[in-house]
């Protein structure tokens, strides 16, 4: 069974102004570069991470969290499930205390590691069901959960 997490999680990820996005692919194509480029449409100063660099909408891609030009508030993990705990570790050394765990990036290690550790984490949830309920299929997909009462609360 999925494990719920809390609406305070996700408001408080979602208030920050600085996220950083690991797993945003150098290719500029698949969810994490989707999730990078959905931030930044929503205002967020989205800040791109991937251990091999390079750029994405002529952005930079900074290879660590440690290399961030600026303290981001959260991070947005896009990456397998066995890479995710490293991440949320290496998040934490940078000083990030909250996280979200996409859907498909979410381990069992990466959710103990930040329960253990006072790591506020968002796991699970679909991050663009948050940033843009606006648009279509995100909006009815936020409804049919808010009709399950599977949102989180």
């Known amino acids: 069974m999925k494990e719920m997490t809390s609406k305070q999680s996700v408001d408080g990820f979602l208030d920050q102004t600085v996220i950083a996005v690991a797993g945003v692919s150098r290719s500029g194509r698949g969810f994490g570069a989707m999730a990078y480029r959905a931030l930044k449409n929503a205002g967020y100063k989205a800040l791109a991470v991937n ?12 290879p660590s969290f440690a290399a961030l ?29 909250r996280v979200w765990l996409q859907q498909g990036a979410v381990s069992p290690e990466a959710t103990g590691w930040c329960s253990a550790n006072g790591i506020d984490a968002v796991s699970g949830e679909c991050i663009l069901m948050f940033l843009a ?7 009815f997909h936020r409804w049919i959960w808010r009709k399950l009462g599977k949102l989180p609360r």
């Open 51 to 62: 251990p091999n660099g390079g750029s994405i909408d002529g952005a930079p891609i900074h």
């Open 69 to 97: 030009p600026e303290a981001a508030g959260a991070a947005l993990v896009v990456t397998p499930p066995g890479e995710s705990a490293k991440v949320v570790q290496d998040a934490a050394a940078a000083g990030i205390r």
């Open 133 to 139: 309920p606006e648009k279509f299929p995100h909006n």
